[in-house]
């Protein structure tokens, strides 16, 4: 264990993530306020439920190949200080306020996703989508129409605009990609291309060469993007520089993109299980850039294709789909259990809030029955499996792909062909840890922050316009002719 040996990687709200600079692994490790410390057996705890998470609920609704939950390992707290050391200077300082944990010796080993573990020596592209939820609720609790009608995340950007996280709204809006539909797909792809915020990275022999840094701008330089694509996608070097070939590189990205999120990889019986009617809800966002130009040009009906059931985008919308009551049908039943573990405190590992998460926690995600009969049972069952939803729908793909020749693409790899070249890949789902029972209080203000606001700042909008037309128009003079 050499610390020179391993290099900042990134990292998130509670975890900050290290890499192999020649073997095809990661380290995990927690990240804790300066005043708040846990111990060991505590912090090994929180790892083994993650690792536990992944493995006993997670691979069952998404399958073995996608799901990579690796295990906990423990290891010299002189390394792991040298390391803390070592990669300080690479952390933005935005994510600074946390620590990363350099006292219990615990961490997580996992595989690199950015990397193709059956290639080696080979350059490898990796692109990662964050595709957030792809349905609007259905619920009968939702109390405000307009969530019936545009999706949470092209809702939530005006607000993330008006905060200052963002400096432009994405046209990119999730029901697109969950679509099926091609054109759709392509579109919501190259809205992420724009404007990639958190949503998108791309990856070059596991070097972040597209995407955002944390917050910060895009690196949008879709020139030097393609730059970085050419020899993946054009080889021989048959293209001349200029708008004309990045815009046939970015196609053919997309293209690829497009064909594995709708690609069958795996067996697994959540693909077989229809959780809940797709049907249910309307299957286009009115906010939409992709639905808004459909109806410029007089076109008002949307096309709708569906996807395919054993894809990987198919899996997920599932999960996310536990979702049955929407966070306003679910907030009561969190106070149900709230008022229950009031009363009688020792029954929060019972009722599995901490862990642990085996068989019977799996198979108790299943009852999707939808009649409230007052009970504690009802109520965490719901909750659990809305919290569940929210880890799906915060989840994110990876996508590795490297290029092979003709005669080296075996019928044992998976294969997505160009118009110049071919490439093995490999799917992956990562982000998959459990969201906090605690969060579900902060999730219905935000909730309702969201809703507010973009209900706000529309009415303004129309408002302006109304008020612009009725300018133009207040000097003009009503003629009548006696006929």
Not at 355 to 381: C, H, I, M, P, R
Request: proline share 4%; glycine share 4%.
């Amino acid at each position: 264990m050499d610390e020179n040996e391993w290099r900042y990687h990134g990292e998130g709200n509670k975890s900050l993530v290290v890499s192999h600079r020649k073997r095809c692994i990661v380290l995990r490790f927690l990240k804790f306020p300066p005043n708040r410390s846990k111990t060991p057996e505590e912090i090994f705890h929180q790892l083994q439920n993650i690792v536990h998470f992944g493995k006993h609920i997670m691979k069952q609704f998404f399958g073995e190949k996608y799901v990579h939950y690796g295990e906990v390992v423990h290891l010299s707290l002189d390394f792991v200080r040298q390391l803390c050391l070592k990669i300080q200077s690479e952390r933005p300082e935005s994510r600074c306020g946390k620590d990363m944990d350099a006292f219990s010796g615990y961490a997580m080993c996992l595989p690199n996703l950015t990397r193709l573990h059956f290639v080696e020596h080979r350059p490898i592209l990796c692109v990662e989508i964050k595709p957030k939820c792809g349905f609007l609720p259905f619920s009968s609790h939702v109390s405000q129409d307009i969530k019936h009608k545009v999706c949470r995340y092209c809702m939530h950007q005006h607000l993330k605009v008006a905060k200052g996280k963002w400096k432009r709204p994405s046209k990119y809006c999730p029901l697109d990609l969950f679509s099926g539909n091609k054109q759709r797909m392509h579109f919501a792809l190259r809205s992420l291309l724009q404007e990639a915020q958190n949503n998108l990275k791309i990856f070059k022999n596991g070097e972040l060469i597209y995407g955002c840094k944390d917050n910060e701008d895009s690196l949008s330089d879709l020139n030097e993007l393609a730059c970085h694509l050419k020899p993946f996608f054009f080889p021989s070097n048959g293209l001349v520089s200029g708008p004309h070939c990045t815009r046939t590189i970015l196609k053919e990205l997309i293209h690829v993109i497009t064909t594995t999120l709708l690609s069958s990889t795996d067996d697994c019986k959540a693909g077989d299980m229809k959780m809940v009617p797709t049907s249910q809800g309307r299957s286009y966002c009115e906010a939409s850039a992709f639905t808004k130009e459909l109806l410029r040009n007089g076109k008002n009906k949307m096309e709708t294709t569906g996807l395919p059931r054993d894809c990987l985008l198919y899996k997920t919308l599932q999960v996310q789909m536990l979702d049955l009551l929407d966070i306003e049908g679910i907030y009561p039943l969190y106070n149900r259990v709230e008022q229950h573990l009031d009363e009688f405190p020792k029954e929060r590992s019972m009722l599995q809030i901490d862990g642990l998460y085996n068989e019977s926690f799996y198979e108790k995600l299943l009852d999707l029955s939808a009649e409230d009969d007052g009970t504690v049972e009802y109520a965490w069952k719901k909750v659990q499996q809305y919290r569940v939803a929210m880890t799906a729908k915060d989840c994110s793909i990876m996508i590795a792909l490297s290029p092979c020749l003709q005669d080296e693409c075996s019928e044992q790899r998976l294969v997505v062909p160009t118009s110049k070249s071919r490439f093995i890949f490999s799917l992956s789902v990562l982000d998959l840890d459990l969201k906090p029972y605690e969060s579900i209080h902060h999730q219905y203000k935000l909730d309702g922050k969201i809703v507010n606001y973009y209900l706000k700042n529309t009415q303004a909008k129309d408002d302006s316009v109304m008020s612009s037309l009725l300018k133009e128009n207040e000097n003009c003079t009503l003629v009548l002719h006696k006929m």
